[in-house]
């Protein structure tokens, strides 16, 4: 019995950015049924009043002058996008 | 195998010829994408006519393609940076071309580091260093094949669950992941920003503590680095290294817990008392891994959109249709499992159970580290539950490729440096490796710890 439906493939995939072609999104499905069904098992520990962790250093807020520091162009950084015009980087219609 | 110390002193332009030479010898691997020929020629020069000097003045070297790095695109093995020139350079780069290191080409990987075998690169699978029907591991696998095939003494890896240790131990060369923090990550392709480190292989523990010297250190450009800590790394001076038995179950071949006993001995003959030691939440950490990492992976990988820089799709009539195909385009199936596993966890719905769960059981894999370093000065165990597996093999069920991570990913929860060493090969052949686990910042007394072995 399959955990994952095809609807919340197409809601991750949304979620996600990524416009699926129909042939992929089954083998995901099938794919993240598995994946999930290994990643339960952590459901069974006990972590009752246990802090989180998300980064091992213990560095906090470093701060520096607001200088600023020209490394690249903008030309340079311009250059990089797939289209571009008039100094701006173009894309589809929005709305 | 050639080390570093091989290519001192001698012709700069002569060493990177050759390595160029050794690198189109060994093609059929696959190990490289591209080779920087003429930048490294150009460098090369200005070695040999002393405006370039170091401690690695001459000594060629490759780094796998998700580092950002003149000469050939960046591609980070995908189609989404296919053909990307990039606009500057990692600061591990840039610290080692100062010393007069010369970057002669780019490895292949993983897209976006994404697996364990190399098979999920956009352009193709690397083979074996020592078995050509076999995987290199991954995702470092081109990094640790040419430095196993001698192409260059050393070369670069992230490792962000196991990618540069499995990889190391499949092919029979040193490779170590750094203590979390110790090198800049500027100019990375970011994966999973809470366990990402930049390490590197090499033939000997003494070339990779050379390089890993000369990368470490604090980068105003990546605020997450930590002050230098390389040269006052703590000494190992309890004379204790733990096996951890959990790693030595009937899971694990049975040839690669014997090379890693027979380590264990060489350690002993060192003056090292060998204990067991249980490590309980390692069974948990590759469920942890696998919804932390998608988690970071699902933000990180937001940024590669078609508008900016990277893969744009074509004859798209609205922007959320350029987002959609353009990733759908760039991205391979595995980097979409975990892009997609990650928007899971994160979901409203999911969030506690998942996710937060996730980061709490990290805490508790933490303190067991911790306390184990109490006594020990390191942690011994394998690398990888088997040698090196057949290409294919473990392609068509992702969890079961998700397993060979299984002993590295702890480390890389906690930020822990950790190596992988050559220790033997099996009845095939196939090169096993072990692993040294320490606690933080004992990098470079872990490596010294490994020289020593070596010399045995």
Same mark, same amino acid.
């Given at each position: 019995m399959s955990k994952i439906s095809n609807q919340d493939v197409q809601r991750l995939a949304n979620l996600s950015g990524l416009q699926l072609a129909d042939d992929e999104a089954d083998g995901l499905?099938?794919? &993240?049924?598995? *994946?999930?069904?290994?990643i339960n098992i952590l459901g069974k520990l006990d972590t009752d009043?246990?802090?989180?962790?998300?980064?091992?250093?213990?560095?906090?807020? *470093?701060?520096?002058?607001?200088? *600023?520091?020209?490394?690249?162009?903008?030309?340079?950084? &311009?250059?990089?996008a797939p289209e571009s015009a008039e100094n701006q980087v173009k894309v589809p219609q929005v709305l | 195998m050639?080390?570093?110390?091989?290519?001192?002193?001698?012709?700069?332009?002569?060493?990177?010829?050759?390595?160029?030479?050794?690198?189109?010898?060994?093609?059929?691997?696959?190990?490289?994408?591209? @080779?920087?020929?003429?930048?490294?020629?150009?460098?090369?020069?200005?070695?040999?006519?002393?405006?370039?000097?170091?401690? =690695?003045? !001459?000594? /060629?070297?490759?780094?796998?393609?998700?580092?950002?790095?003149?000469?050939?695109?960046?591609?980070?093995?995908?189609k989404m940076l296919e053909g990307f020139d990039a606009p500057l350079q990692a600061t591990a780069v840039e610290k080692l071309e100062a010393e007069g290191a010369i970057c002669i080409g780019k490895a292949n990987l993983d897209a976006f580091a994404h697996g364990g075998s190399?098979?999920?690169?956009?352009?193709?699978?690397?083979?074996?260093?020592?078995?050509?029907?076999?995987?290199?591991?991954?995702?470092?696998?081109?990094?640790?094949?040419?430095?196993? =095939?001698?192409?260059? /003494?050393?070369?670069?890896?992230?490792?962000?669950?196991?990618?540069?240790?499995? /990889?190391?131990?499949?092919?029979?060369?040193? !490779?170590?992941?750094?203590?979390?923090?110790?090198?800049?990550?500027y100019g990375v392709v970011a994966m999973a920003s809470s366990t990402d480190t930049i390490g590197c292989f090499a033939t000997t523990a003494d070339d990779a503590n050379l390089v890993m010297e000369i990368m470490a250190g604090r980068d105003t450009r990546d605020m997450t680095t930590l002050p230098d800590f390389w040269l006052n790394s703590p000494e190992l001076n309890k004379?204790?290294? !733990?096996?951890?038995?959990?790693?030595?179950?009937?899971?694990?071949?049975?040839?690669?817990?014997?090379?890693?006993?027979?380590?264990?001995?060489? =350690?002993?003959?060192? !003056?090292?008392?060998? %204990?067991?030691?249980? =490590?309980?939440?390692?069974?948990?950490?590759?469920?942890?891994?696998?919804?932390?990492? /998608?988690?970071?992976?699902?933000?990180? @990988?937001?940024?590669?959109?078609?508008?900016?820089?990277?893969?744009?799709?074509?004859?798209?009539?609205?922007?959320?249709?350029?987002?959609?195909?353009?990733?759908? %385009?760039?991205?391979?199936?595995?980097?979409?499992?975990?892009?997609?596993i990650g928007s899971f966890v994160l979901s409203s719905g999911f969030f506690d159970a998942y996710y937060m769960q996730a980061q709490k059981a990290r805490t508790l894999l933490i303190n067991e580290f911790k306390q184990a370093f109490e006594k020990y000065d390191a942690l011994i165990g394998p690398v990888a539950p088997t040698p090196a597996f057949k290409l294919g093999e473990n392609t068509a069920d992702p969890v079961k490729m998700y397993l060979a991570d299984i002993m590295t990913v702890p480390a890389s929860l906690a930020g822990l440096p950790a190596l992988s060493l050559p220790a033997g090969v099996s009845s095939d052949g196939l090169p096993i490796g072990v692993?040294?686990?320490?606690?933080?910042?004992?990098?470079?007394?872990?490596?010294?710890?490994?020289?020593?072995?070596?010399? @045995?």
């Open positions: 499905r099938q794919d &993240l049924d598995k *994946i999930v069904e290994y009043g246990v802090e989180p962790t998300y980064q091992v250093t213990g560095l906090e807020n *470093i701060w520096r002058d607001d200088e *600023i520091k020209q490394d690249l162009s903008y030309q340079q950084l &311009l250059s990089l | 050639s080390q570093i110390s091989d290519f001192l002193g001698k012709s700069a332009t002569e060493n990177v010829k050759n390595a160029l030479e050794r690198a189109r010898s060994v093609e059929d691997y696959h190990a490289l994408l591209s @080779l920087t020929k003429q930048r490294a020629l150009e460098r090369a020069a200005l070695v040999d006519s002393g405006q370039i000097t170091g401690r =690695l003045a !001459g000594v /060629p070297f490759v780094v796998k393609d998700n580092f950002l790095a003149f000469g050939a695109p960046s591609t980070a093995s995908s190399t098979e999920n690169s956009a352009f193709g699978a690397t083979k074996n260093a020592h078995d050509q029907t076999r995987v290199a591991g991954g995702s470092s696998g081109g990094s640790a094949v040419v430095t196993a =095939l001698d192409v260059v /003494p050393f070369a670069l890896g992230t490792d962000t669950g196991g990618s540069i240790r499995q /990889p190391a131990s499949f092919n029979g060369v040193v !490779g170590i992941k750094p203590t979390y923090g110790a090198v800049s990550r004379k204790k290294i !733990g096996l951890i038995k959990d790693f030595m179950t009937d899971d694990v071949d049975s040839e690669v817990r014997k090379q890693t006993l027979k380590y264990a001995d060489k =350690l002993r003959s060192l !003056g090292y008392q060998i %204990e067991e030691i249980d =490590l309980p939440m390692s069974k948990y950490s590759l469920a942890m891994y696998y919804i932390i990492v /998608p988690a970071e992976i699902s933000s990180n @990988l937001a940024r590669y959109d078609g508008v900016r820089y990277g893969r744009r799709a074509e004859g798209v009539k609205t922007l959320a249709e350029l987002y959609g195909r353009s990733r759908d %385009e760039g991205f391979v199936t595995e980097n979409k499992r975990r892009i997609m692993q040294l686990i320490g606690s933080y910042q004992s990098d470079r007394a872990l490596l010294e710890l490994a020289s020593k072995v070596e010399a @045995l």
